[in-house]
T-cell receptor, first 113, second 114 residues
Framework: LAKTTQPISMDSYEGQEVNITCSHNNIATNDYITWYQQFPSQGPRFIIQGYKTKVTNEVASLFIPADRKSSTLSLPRVSLSDTAVYYCLVGLISSGSARQLTFGSGTQLTVLP | NAGVTQTPKFRILKIGQSMTLQCTQDMNHNYMYWYRQDPGMGLKLIYYSVGAGITDKGEVPNGYNVSRSTTEDFPLRLELAAPSQTSVYFC?????????????FGDGTRLSIL
């Protein structure tokens, strides 16, 4: 299993950049790194995904070092509406594979005014 | 687009009762998943399916059963409800055409067993 480790919680102020790091020491060669956002009473929502180096979309950036044993989700200029739990997910399931997807406990990000 | 739809949204069961949590998706996704999320915790995989007629156990399958007779539907059945199964249940799906496609989640079923 590709276990992940994230900080339990983080606080930030509006307008700041937030970086959340996820550790995944036993990531496999074919694993992708995916980040999800979850608001209370809702299902997780896809934010960004990457395999190596840097990926950027309209809401976030994902930094992955060469050894791929960790990854950092970067949220630029957060607002109050970014308060949520953020999950780092490593791995995939394909037919015939016994490997499993594992969600960690996530990081509760609280954005303060 | 409806995406992933779960019913019911809330349910209270008595110990020993049975019920089926429904999940349907309209995106023609091959891969479907059932997770449970206990308060303050991450999601744990119960069962998954890589296509119609194919299912497999995840991390916490005990006490649950699934079936996948069509591409669209992936129901989860609790045969003998126990208090330990009180949780929020999420269904997800993704396309199987590329291994890196993300999952799309429903809004969950909140189940209490008393």
């Amino acid at each position: 299993l590709a276990k992940t480790t994230q900080p339990i919680s983080m606080d930030s102020y509006e307008g700041q950049e937030v970086n959340i790091t996820c550790s995944h020491n036993n990531i496999a060669t074919n694993d992708y790194i995916t980040w999800y956002q979850q608001f209370p009473s809702q299902g997780p929502r896809f934010i960004i995904q990457g395999y190596k180096t840097k990926v950027t979309n309209e809401v976030a950036s994902l930094f992955i070092p060469a050894d791929r044993k960790s990854s950092t989700l970067s949220l630029p200029r957060v607002s109050l509406s970014d308060t949520a739990v953020y999950y780092c997910l490593v791995g995939l399931i394909s037919s015939g594979s016994a490997r499993q997807l594992t969600f960690g406990s996530g990081t509760q990000l609280t954005v303060l005014p | 687009n409806a995406g992933v739809t779960q019913t019911p949204k809330f349910r209270i069961l008595k110990i020993g009762q049975s019920m089926t949590l429904q999940c349907t998706q309209d995106m023609n996704h091959n891969y479907m998943y059932w997770y449970r999320q206990d308060p303050g915790m991450g999601l744990k995989l119960i069962y998954y399916s890589v296509g119609a007629g194919i299912t497999d156990k995840g991390e916490v399958p005990n006490g649950y059963n699934v079936s996948r007779s069509t591409t669209e539907d992936f129901p989860l059945r609790l045969e003998l409800a126990a208090p330990s199964q009180t949780s929020v249940y999420f269904c997800a799906s993704r396309t199987g055409t590329a291994s890196n496609q993300p999952q799309h989640f429903g809004d969950g079923t909140r189940l209490s067993i008393l």
